[in-house]
């Protein structure tokens, strides 16, 4: 199942960021992920009472209370075996005790051992879209077992209810 769902967000690649957007081509925001647990497995949560830029843990407290938490950073962190596809990733904003925002953790599709994440990036205003970042790959990470990158904004991962560890 994983696999089906690291698939279906690379459709959303290319779709422009409008906030609480859930149209696959035509607007998405952070949460988009919701869509695609949706088509995949049946996952029918729809987060439509948070603010542009959440406050108050608010994203992080919805996500704990629908989804299933695997991981958390507490400002340490995250090990590399923890980073499956399909995952969604909650990272921390400016603030770093405040989580603003989701993506999806995939694999690359062209160099082995590498993590990526597909997300909202950017703002409405300045022409952001759903696109796929390069995180780090196991070299990197090989030294000391743990994740140092742009994972060190990282505050927690989750599965949706019914995500397996297979592939």
């Avoid at 209370?65 to 075996?81: E, H, L, R, S, Y």
């Avoid at 196991?138 to 019914?162: C, F, H, Q, T």
């Amino acid at each position: 199942m994983r696999d089906e769902l690291v698939k279906e967000c690379r459709t959303w690649i290319g779709t422009p960021v409008f906030p609480r957007g859930r149209k696959k081509g035509f607007a998405a925001d952070c949460i988009f992920q919701e869509e695609v647990f949706r088509v995949v497995a049946g996952y029918d949560k729809r987060h439509v009472d948070y603010s542009m830029m959440p406050i108050n843990r608010e994203l992080e407290r919805q996500l704990d209370a629908d989804m299933v938490c695997v991981a958390v950073a507490d400002g340490k962190p995250i090990k590399f075996d923890q980073l499956l596809p399909g995952r969604i990733a909650l990272f921390v904003g400016r603030n770093p005790n405040e989580p603003q925002h989701v993506a999806m953790i995939a694999d690359h599709q062209k160099a082995e051992g590498v993590k990526t994440i597909i997300h909202a990036y950017g703002t409405q205003r300045t022409g952001g879209q759903v696109v796929e970042h390069t995180l780090c790959s196991r070299e990197s990470v090989r030294m000391n077992g743990e994740v140092r990158s742009i994972l060190g904004l990282l505050w927690k991962l989750y599965d949706a209810p019914g995500v397996t560890d297979g592939r």
